[in-house]
Each structure stands twice: as C-alpha cells, then as structure tokens.
C-alpha cells in the first residue's frame, strides 16, 4: 500500500518536470521576454485573464471602464507604447505598398488605417490640449503667466527684465571688483581677445589693467591663482583683499556677462554661509 501512494505521487511530480522542460525549451527558442521582437507578445496581464464569451482576448487598447479605473503607470505606458507600435506599423504598410506599386485599392485601404489611427492620436491631443487649459483657468497658480509668460509679448517683457537684472547686477559688481587682463607677447589669441575686453570694460564703466604674465609684479598673484596661459581675466577686489580668475581664453561680451552673474551669486552664498557659521 505504501508502495502505491509513493507511485501516485511520483507521476504528478514527473509530469511538472517534463512541463516545466518544455516550456523553458519553448520560451528559449522565443527569445528573452524584453527581446524587442517579444515585447507586443501577448503578456498583458488581462489577455489571459480577461476572456470574453466568444473565446476572444480583451484588445489592451479597449476602453473598457472596469480597466481605465484600476489603471496604473504601467499598464498607461503599455497602452501608450501599443498606440505607437500600431501607428508605425501602419505607416510602414502604407508607404511600402506604395512603394511596391501595388493596386490603387490596396494602397487606398493602407491610407484609411493608418489616416484612423492618426486621427484618434489627433483627437486625444486635443482633448488633452482642451483639458489643460481648463486645469490652468480653473488652476491659476499652476499656469504663472506672471513669471512664466507663455505669450510672445510676456516674453520679450521677461526677457527685458532679466537683461535689466543682469545689467544692474555687473554694474554692481563693477563697484566692487577691478578687471584685470594677463597676455602673452605675440599671442594671437590675446590680439583677438584685447578688443573685446575693452569693449566690455566700457560698457558696463569697469577699471581695468592690461598686462604680461611674463611681468615680475605679476608673478606672486598668477602664483597664487595658478594661473600660466593667456588671455586670462582676473577680478580684484578694489580693497586688494580678494582675487580670482574670471575667464580665460578667446570669449564673448555675453560669456563675460554670464561668468559675472555666476561670480555674484557664488559670493554672495559665500558669504551667507560665512554668516551661518559666525566667521
């Protein structure tokens, strides 16, 4: 008797073996799950689950309200990435038919799927263009046209106000910091760079010197800053009690500017930290 339950217990055993061999053998000749040729298989979660009466899977692309309410980020990207797949395969089929010089009927057939698809991907862009601007009137705060005006006369009013801000922020700086301009004899890039530089140090009415790495009352400041190549622009400070490297090389009026606004934001969280610290 004990012998006969061991063997009626074996077999189911056995039989799990051999099915579990198969399948592995059949999804390897498949390919790996995320195999881009997989990857619009049918592994959707509801393809097996949701059957219908006729024997039918459930498309994912259904609208079925029981599935749109349990909805997840994940199922919505799969929904998304299946709306692209069936585009792009239908505009393949209608441009290779085409090209094929197959009968007018057929390619007429192709455009039709391919204008339907397009159309639902249409309509949902404007259902959800009309939907944000309902969430923006009924959202104020979200939609700040103030400080982020979507309008091209907001625009070039923002964009009048950050030059102002900037500007007001060199002329600062300039009260501050002196320029100092290092060259090298014979360097190209010096003589391409020295008009600029001026042209910069007159418009914002910074006081400024023009001089040689290679002078002897340089050397201790290029020491201290590390400085070997040309043209390089340092700040001083007009008490003589900071300096540092502002650009080097051949760059533009609006490189200086942008390099100045990062210098004043840099110092002036500089010296907020001091102050947290009490030094």
Known sequence: MAMRIYKIRIIPLVLNIILIFFARESFAAN??????????RGFY????????????????????????????????????EERRKRLNEAKAMMLEYAFSDASPEVI???????????????????RLGRASQVVAF?????????NNPINALGNKIRRKQEEDERKQKIEEFAGKYDLVLFEKIGCPYCREFGP????????????????YLSAEKNRALLAR????????VVAVSKDGSDAFELTRGVVTISDIEEMISI??????EHLQAKARVGY
Do not use: C, V
């Not at 790996?32 to 990857?39: A, T």
């Not at 009924?138 to 103030?146: K, L, M, S, V």
């Not at 210098?263 to 002036?268: N, R």
């Open 45 to 80: 979660w509801f393809e097996e689950a949701e059957i219908s009466k006729q024997g039918k899977k459930k498309d994912i692309l259904t609208n079925d309200q029981q599935l749109l309410k349990n909805m997840t980020p994940a199922f919505a990207k799969m929904r998304i």
């Open 263 to 268: 210098a004043m934001d840099y110092l002036d």
């Open 225 to 232: 800053l590390a400085i070997d190549g040309a043209p390089t």
């Open 108 to 126: 007429y057939e192709h455009i039709r799927k391919y204008k339907e698809l397009e159309s639902q991907m249409f309509n949902g862009s404007i």
């Open 31 to 40: 390919g790996s799950f995320y195999n881009q040729d997989n990857m619009y």
């Open 196 to 211: 600029i530089f001026e042209r910069f140090t007159s418009l914002y009415g910074f006081t400024y010197e023009k001089t």
């Open 138 to 146: 009924t959202n104020p705060e979200i939609a700040d046209q103030i």
